[in-house]
């Protein structure tokens, strides 16, 4: 037997009928949601339960439904939905039916095991079915009733831009994240993930009896979505399902992209005849009309035992920085005061203070949903209020309010200084060094995506132009060092996301940089990891992804490729 079906009690009836009685079943808790309903082919197992009726004949091309009972639905009963049933009913019997999804969902990894095993086993040239892919077979099959017996075929020739192998879970709820052009339908009849769905459409219409026309197309389209997002949810044993979204680099306050798929935004005929938007929602997906705790989007992702909750169709998060997040915090010191210029929801901010132990963090923010999530994660993670200080908007205005204001009883000087802007915090190097201890200097992590090729001609410039800058404001005895260039993770085919540990203040510093290659004078450069100083050039050369004289970086640099 099929190790992703079984031999259950089923209702046959005509596949006009099967979708009203599948509904009524359901309605009278008698659907047996373990299985699927299969249409009726000689190649399916089938026995009668039925003494009055012999010949398979009656129940070809009809549906078998799953039910939980049939003795009691032959009994009399004054229910109008059962009596609405028998007579729509062929015959009583067992059949080999397809678990459900939910059945698959309850013990997913087991029944994928076995699934994959038994493709593998079956045909060593044909690769076992990813989740996704199972996903879209399960769901054109059932929606077609059966019918759609070329699915498989046709979902296994997606490309994987279309179809991933893999996908992306995320949060303490392990939240689904589709990349943005996943099982995205394009309106378009070339487009392959339409070309896969309109044989299943066509099926739809014709089961039941309607004509297929651009309104009720988009209608099936958005049926088969929604549909195919129940499935993954089950699969995946997940309550939410989102779709990737791109953040503009010149979106000042970095809003999400990222849509809500799952749960599917509920949709009243009426709405789904007249506004495309509606439909568009299970494809592009949707920002709720709400936020905060207990909203669709609010999402927990817990890292190094930090607790970090946000919207995300509103906030935006990269996992890819949880190793950093680490680092930061082992190089912050009890009796430091950090500023962080760009903190968002905490990244942070939170692991300063909480295991770097810092004893104060100021944290600059203006997106005023990072600001609510911000307030939130301070207090759910048990952080005291004198210990840190928000200063909302941007930050190069409340920075220098902050700077200029003689009557404050704020920090106005800070150890150390995180700028974790990307793609690149240029625009905030002047104010950082505005805020540095004017006694000690301080430490700047510079966060930035940098062409591969060019890791060390960025290095030199930035310690030539964060020199340059302290030269100006605070005398010819400052200086730039950087000791260590952490790449964080990749962003884009040969340019890395890094950040940069530049040590700037006076030369005759306690806290300036050790050497072991003898110097008279310590000068700006930088210090590889055994010690080795190398002096940085006066006229070193501008990498491609600075800031052009307008102060836009634009993504011309992005072509840059390795010489």
Same mark, same amino acid.
């Given at each position: 037997?099929?190790?992703?079906?079984?031999? #259950?009690?089923?209702?046959? &009836?005509?596949?006009?009928?099967?979708?009203? &009685?599948?509904?009524?079943?359901?309605?009278?808790?008698?659907?047996?949601?373990?299985?699927?309903?299969?249409?009726?082919?000689?190649?399916?197992?089938?026995?009668?339960?039925?003494?009055?009726?012999?010949?398979?004949?009656?129940?070809?091309?009809?549906?078998?439904?799953?039910?939980?009972?049939?003795?009691?639905?032959?009994?009399?009963?004054?229910?109008?939905?059962?009596?609405?049933? %028998?007579? #729509?009913?062929?015959?009583?019997?067992?059949?080999?039916?397809?678990?459900?999804?939910?059945?698959?969902?309850?013990?997913?990894?087991?029944?994928?095991?076995?699934?994959?095993?038994?493709? /593998?086993?079956?045909?060593?040239?044909?690769?076992?079915?990813?989740?996704?892919?199972?996903?879209?077979?399960?769901?054109?099959?059932?929606?077609?009733?059966?019918?759609?017996?070329?699915?498989?075929?046709?979902?296994?020739?997606?490309?994987?831009? /279309?179809?991933?192998?893999?996908?992306?879970?995320?949060?303490?709820? !392990?939240?689904?994240?589709?990349?943005?052009?996943?099982?995205?339908?394009?309106?378009?009849?070339?487009?392959?993930?339409?070309?896969?769905?309109? =044989?299943?459409?066509?099926?739809?219409?014709?089961?039941?009896?309607?004509?297929?026309?651009?309104?009720?197309?988009?209608?099936?389209?958005?049926?088969?979505?929604?549909?195919?997002?129940?499935?993954?949810?089950?699969?995946?044993?997940? %309550?939410?399902?989102?779709?990737?979204?791109?953040?503009?680099?010149?979106?000042?306050?970095?809003?999400?992209?990222?849509?809500?798929?799952?749960?599917?935004?509920?949709?009243?005929?009426?709405?789904?005849?007249?506004?495309?938007?509606?439909?568009?929602?299970?494809?592009?997906?949707?920002? =709720?009309?709400?936020?905060?705790?207990?909203? =669709?989007?609010?999402?927990?992702?817990?890292?190094?035992?930090?607790?970090?909750?946000?919207?995300?169709?509103?906030? @935006?998060?990269?996992?890819?920085?949880?190793?950093?997040?680490? !680092?930061?915090?082992?190089?912050? %010191?009890?009796?430091?005061?950090?500023?962080?210029?760009?903190?968002?929801?905490?990244?942070?901010?939170?692991?300063?203070?909480?295991?770097?132990?810092?004893?104060?963090?100021?944290?600059?923010?203006?997106?005023?949903?990072?600001?609510?999530?911000?307030?939130?994660?301070?207090?759910?993670?048990?952080?005291?209020?004198?210990?840190?200080?928000?200063?909302?908007?941007?930050?190069?205005?409340?920075?220098?309010?902050?700077?200029?204001?003689?009557?404050?009883?704020?920090?106005?000087?800070?150890?150390?200084?995180?700028?974790?802007?990307?793609?690149?915090?240029?625009?905030?190097?002047?104010?950082?060094?505005?805020?540095?201890?004017?006694?000690?200097?301080?430490?700047?992590?510079?966060?930035?995506?940098?062409? /591969?090729?060019?890791? %060390?001609?960025? /290095?030199?410039?930035?310690?030539?132009?964060?020199?340059?800058?302290?030269?100006?404001?605070?005398?010819?005895?400052?200086?730039?060092?950087?000791?260590?260039?952490?790449?964080?993770?990749?962003?884009?085919?040969? $340019?890395?996301?890094?950040?940069?540990?530049?040590? $700037?203040? =006076?030369?005759?510093?306690?806290?300036?940089?050790?050497?072991?290659?003898?110097?008279?004078?310590?000068?700006?450069?930088?210090?590889?990891?055994?010690?080795?100083?190398?002096?940085?050039?006066?006229?070193?050369?501008?990498?491609?992804?600075?800031?052009?004289?307008?102060? &836009?970086?634009?993504?011309?640099? @992005?072509?840059?490729?390795?010489?």
């Amino acid at each position: 037997m099929n190790t992703t079906s079984s031999m #259950t009690s089923v209702v046959y &009836v005509q596949k006009q009928h099967a979708k009203q &009685v599948k509904t009524l079943l359901d309605k009278l808790h008698l659907l047996d949601k373990r299985y699927r309903m299969i249409p009726v082919s000689s190649s399916t197992s089938s026995t009668t339960t039925d003494n009055n009726t012999q010949n398979d004949d009656d129940i070809k091309d009809c549906i078998a439904i799953p039910v939980k009972c049939i003795d009691f639905m032959k009994n009399d009963n004054n229910d109008d939905n059962l009596v609405d049933i %028998q007579k #729509t009913i062929v015959r009583y019997g067992v059949h080999d039916c397809p678990y459900s999804t939910a059945m698959l969902g309850n013990n997913n990894k087991n029944m994928m095991q076995k699934n994959n095993k038994s493709s /593998t086993e079956s045909s060593s040239s044909v690769s076992p079915l990813t989740h996704l892919q199972y996903a879209l077979v399960e769901t054109l099959t059932s929606l077609s009733s059966g019918e759609d017996t070329n699915a498989e075929e046709r979902v296994r020739n997606l490309s994987k831009r /279309t179809c991933p192998t893999k996908l992306e879970v995320i949060g303490d709820d !392990r939240t689904l994240v589709i990349p943005r052009f996943a099982v995205y339908v394009d309106n378009n009849p070339n487009d392959e993930l339409y070309k896969l769905l309109y =044989p299943t459409i066509k099926l739809m219409a014709k089961n039941e009896e309607g004509l297929l026309n651009a309104n009720n197309e988009r209608k099936y389209m958005f049926s088969i979505q929604s549909h195919l997002w129940e499935v993954l949810a089950s699969i995946y044993n997940t %309550q939410r399902i989102v779709r990737r979204g791109d953040i503009s680099p010149d979106s000042g306050v970095r809003e999400s992209g990222h849509r809500i798929l799952y749960p599917t935004k509920s949709i009243s005929s009426q709405q789904m005849d007249g506004c495309d938007e509606h439909i568009d929602s299970c494809n592009e997906g949707y920002i =709720p009309t709400d936020t905060g705790p207990s909203s =669709p989007g609010w999402i927990t992702v817990t890292e190094h035992s930090i607790h970090q909750s946000f919207d995300i169709t509103r906030v @935006m998060f990269s996992r890819g920085n949880v190793t950093e997040k680490k !680092r930061f915090a082992s190089l912050v %010191q009890t009796d430091e005061n950090v500023l962080d210029m760009y903190a968002g929801i905490g990244y942070y901010t939170l692991p300063a203070l909480i295991h770097g132990k810092a004893k104060h963090v100021t944290a600059c923010e203006w997106n005023e949903h990072a600001l609510f999530a911000l307030r939130y994660n301070l207090k759910a993670n048990g952080v005291e209020d004198d210990r840190f200080t928000i200063l909302e908007g941007d930050c190069r205005v409340s920075l220098k309010r902050l700077l200029d204001d003689n009557y404050t009883t704020q920090i106005r000087q800070f150890d150390r200084i995180s700028l974790g802007l990307l793609p690149s915090c240029e625009g905030g190097w002047s104010l950082a060094i505005s805020c540095l201890n004017l006694v000690k200097g301080s430490w700047l992590h510079v966060h930035a995506n940098v062409p /591969t090729s060019e890791k %060390q001609r960025w /290095t030199h410039w930035l310690c030539r132009s964060l020199s340059n800058l302290a030269v100006n404001s605070n005398g010819n005895n400052w200086i730039a060092v950087c000791t260590h260039v952490e790449k964080v993770k990749s962003f884009a085919p040969k $340019v890395d996301h890094v950040v940069a540990d530049v040590f $700037v203040g =006076p030369c005759d510093s306690s806290k300036v940089p050790s050497l072991t290659n003898e110097r008279s004078c310590l000068e700006t450069g930088v210090l590889d990891s055994m010690g080795e100083f190398t002096l940085t050039p006066l006229d070193t050369p501008v990498p491609s992804c600075a800031l052009n004289k307008d102060g &836009v970086l634009h993504q011309n640099w @992005m072509g840059v490729v390795d010489t």
